[in-house]
T-cell receptor, first 114, second 108 residues
């Protein structure tokens, strides 16, 4: 497996509480991504980063924010968790975007918002 | 609009039977297409990409621009092929757009 870890791996939280998920890579790849995986929707891009302090929104960014202060860490924050954010969250990294380069995925974080 | 459609949520076949996982896309321009796979308790990983024209684990996928399809095929399914399969399109922003996923179940 590419050197990608996610923490925590499982979390149960209450509606209205803030939650931060962490993605850590040891590959020194430039691009990092956060996806959510939901039945019937596949994987949808939440936010991505193309360098330290350089981030942008994906398809389903409402209710989420991200930060990347170091190459190796990409944080996803739910400012006030809602039940619709119950999902499995995947981080991915990529060395390049062009030319069909592969994305490498982390193990996922299962988040339940009660 | 850029979109990937995998019409089958679940595909169930017997071991040794042929497999075809369907993928249709909507994209104006030359598409870049991929198949990713997630085996039980493993990470999502790249299976193959159309530009490589490769065969991985016996799977192939041919890009058909006329039918806007990129179906994944294997002539003889094995039990270890059971997994979730995602078709993905690299959109014009450079980001991957995933289909809904198809669970392949290969029965003994």
């Amino acid at each position: 497996d590419a050197g990608i870890t996610q923490s925590p791996r499982h979390k149960v939280t209450e509606t209205g509480t803030p939650v931060t998920l962490r993605c850590h890579q040891t590959e020194n790849h430039r691009y990092m991504y956060w996806y959510r995986q939901d039945p019937g929707h596949g994987l949808r891009l939440i936010h991505y980063s193309y360098g330290v302090k350089d981030t942008d929104k994906g398809e389903v960014s409402d209710g989420y924010s991200v930060s990347r202060s170091k190459t190796e860490d990409f944080l996803l924050t739910l400012e006030s968790a809602t039940s619709s954010q119950t999902s499995v969250y995947f981080c991915a990294i990529s060395e390049y975007e062009a030319g069909g380069h592969e994305q490498y995925f982390g193990p996922g974080t299962r988040l339940t918002v009660t | 609009a850029q979109r990937v459609t995998q019409p089958e949520k679940l595909l169930s076949v017997f071991k040794g039977a042929p497999v075809e996982l369907k993928c249709n896309y909507s994209y104006s321009g030359s598409p870049e297409l991929f198949w990713y796979v997630q085996y039980s308790r493993q990470r999502l990983q790249l299976l193959l990409r159309h530009i490589s024209r490769e065969s991985i684990k016996g799977f192939t996928a041919d890009l058909n621009k006329g039918e806007t399809s990129f179906h994944l095929k294997k002539p003889f399914a094995q039990e270890e092929d059971s997994a979730m399969y995602y078709c993905a399109l690299k959109g014009n922003t450079g980001k991957l757009i995933f289909g809904q996923g198809t669970t392949l179940q290969v029965k003994p």
